[in-house]
């Protein structure tokens, strides 16, 4: 093998790798669900009386999750960068309202307090929903994750939703967890860079790489003083 060869095969077997580590990591989400959601349902067949509509609202969110999982695979393409993908209008509050229901349903409608703000109307981007619903759960789940790890007590994530003066439209995802831990802040969009248990380090590369494909910035915001973790996507308008 010559050395052009060389680099070529190990180039396409680090892009097969992270092509891998993409399906994986995001496969998981749903598939987590699913598993939740099943034992749930045994648990309530099994139980003195059925109500059909808790049954059928638990069969529906299996299938949501189902599909979410084949859009993993669907978009595995565009983030590899074999396709362009199907951008289209994202009407940015229904894009925050179906994010904070599927984590609603993953977690139990208390678990946490999550606010959603947005006072612009219309506020749409050009975008792939999928993707980008890829990129904003990825971060709630995180909030999620940082609020449970400290006894606050009321766990909170607010989802802020603005347009700057030069076109940009801009997401917040705000926690009042113990916000990202100093030694890992410079790296933290790294993959593999995670300092939880079972963590793989992968949720904000992956975000990181979708926010960039659709030529948008992703960043960590320090709230000074206050707390918390805030993440920021900022997305051009449409
Ligand atoms: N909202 C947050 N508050 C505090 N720290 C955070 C927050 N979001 C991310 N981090 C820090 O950034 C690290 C990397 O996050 P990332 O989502 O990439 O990986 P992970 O959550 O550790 O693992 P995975 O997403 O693969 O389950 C986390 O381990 C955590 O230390
Ligand atoms: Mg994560």
Redesign the pocket.
């Known amino acids: 093998m010559s050395r052009q060869e060389d680099d070529d095969h190990l180039a396409n077997r680090l892009a097969l790798r992270s092509v891998a580590a993409y399906v994986a990591?995001e496969i998981?989400h749903p598939l987590g669900t699913i598993a939740n959601l099943a034992s749930l349902l045994s648990r309530r067949i099994n139980a003195p009386i059925i109500r059909p509509s808790e049954l059928a609202s638990e069969i529906n969110s299996i299938k949501l999750e189902t599909r979410r999982a084949a859009e993993v695979v669907k978009n595995l393409r565009v983030l590899a960068g074999g396709l362009h993908g199907h951008r289209e209008l994202v009407d940015v509050p229904a894009l925050l309202r179906e994010a904070v229901s599927r984590l609603r349903r993953r977690y139990g409608k208390d678990a946490v307090i999550t606010r959603i703000e947005c006072h612009h109307f219309p506020l749409r981007v050009q975008a792939v929903p999928d993707l980008l619903h890829i990129a904003l759960y990825?971060?709630l789940?995180?909030?999620v994750?940082?609020?449970k790890?400290v006894s606050t007590d009321r766990p909170r994530l607010i989802l802020r939703a603005r347009e700057t003066a030069d076109h940009w439209v801009v997401i917040d995802?705000i926690?009042n967890?113990?916000?990202?831990?100093e030694p890992?802040k410079r790296q933290?969009?790294e993959?593999f860079?995670?300092?939880?248990a079972?963590?793989?380090?992968?949720?904000?590369?992956?975000?990181r790489d979708v926010i960039e494909w659709h030529r948008g910035v992703l960043s960590y915001v320090d709230l000074v003083g206050r707390g918390?973790?805030c993440?920021r996507i900022k997305l051009p308008e449409d």
């Open positions: 990591h998981n990825n971060l789940i995180n909030g994750e940082a609020v790890s995802v926690d967890g113990p916000g990202v831990a890992i933290v969009f993959p860079v995670s300092d939880k079972g963590g793989s380090g992968l949720g904000l590369a992956i975000c918390g973790a993440f």
